[in-house]
């Protein structure tokens, strides 16, 4: 990825896009329905973490790397982009709903995903891949998270957005785009970071007060504990110190992998 940051709330970016890729096997294994099937995984992660997997030496992220789109070896052709483990075509004039609102994947159209709201995204958010701004056309802006660029809606100010939502930079310097404002339900957007005035999470820590109340400052991060609220059907990952899913509930229409505390499957 071009930079390393920890940006919350659009996905909470880091948990919900590491979610969304593809699902190759179909397999549900740790599937929070409780019917005993295998985890969905292309590869095994090896020493990396998902989405990322070991490809050629290089830890990759599956759902994003056009040389290992959804599996090791696997590369796009020219002119495509990986987008959520799959090869699509890169056009600028492609007809983008950039977020828009969404009840499912196909109302936002080819190459695109639905973040719903039961992730903390009112009536739904459609996003795209991206690989460079032309991608996302001049409504979009291609931002940069963790693990996945994609295409969100510009904006100029918060008026320019839908209710629920806030007129930010994702990152410092990129330009302002419309992402999910926090103060609707803290614990859910921003686990145990401190949802801010300006309805953004907060990154980074110096003391437990910088925090989610409940939550604790730790190497400059904040940790949940049992006492943080997480949002509805999710709970303290306490050995990873992040909100975890326990509950299908929690990501409809997607599914909770009780394995990884994370929802699989969109």
């Known amino acids: 990825m071009p930079r390393r940051v920890r940006p919350r709330g659009v996905i909470a970016l880091f948990w ?5 890729g593809a699902d190759p096997a179909g397999d549900t294994s740790g599937d929070a329905s ?3 099937s295998a ?3 292309a590869v095994d992660a090896g020493p990396c973490e998902a989405p990322r997997a070991l490809c050629a030496g290089a830890c990759v992220n599956l759902l994003t790397d056009t040389r290992h789109c959804g599996r ?5 052709l020219a002119g495509e982009v990986c987008a959520g483990a799959t090869c699509a075509e890169t056009n600028p004039t492609r007809n983008l709903s950039i977020g828009a609102r969404c009840q499912a994947r196909t109302d936002c159209g080819e190459g695109g995903l639905c973040l719903p709201d039961t992730w903390g995204f009112p009536q739904g958010y459609c996003i795209y891949g991206c690989a460079r701004q032309a991608d996302c056309g001049a409504a979009g802006a291609c931002a940069h998270s963790e693990d996945a660029d994609v295409c ?3 904006c100029a100010r918060s008026a320019d957005c839908r209710a629920g939502y806030v007129c930010a930079p994702l990152n410092p310097g990129e330009p302002s785009v419309c ?4 103060a609707r339900d803290p614990g859910l957007v921003c686990g145990p970071d401190r949802c801010l005035a300006t309805g953004r999470c907060g990154r980074d820590c110096r003391a437990a007060g910088d925090c989610a109340a409940g939550s604790q400052c730790t190497g400059g991060r904040c940790r949940c504990t049992a006492r943080t609220a997480c949002g509805p ?4 990952n306490t050995a990873t110190g992040a909100c975890a899913c326990t509950d299908n509930r929690a990501c409809a ?3 909770c992998d009780t394995n990884t505390g994370r929802c699989r499957g969109l």
């Open 39 to 41: 985890p969905d995984s």
């Open 179 to 182: 992402l999910n404002d926090c």
């Open 16 to 20: 919900v896009l590491a979610s969304c």
């Open 253 to 255: 229409p997607a599914r």
């Open 34 to 36: 409780g019917d005993g």
């Open 152 to 154: 969100l809606l510009r």
């Open 72 to 76: 090791c070896g696997n590369g796009c």
């Open 233 to 236: 059907y999710r709970s303290c």
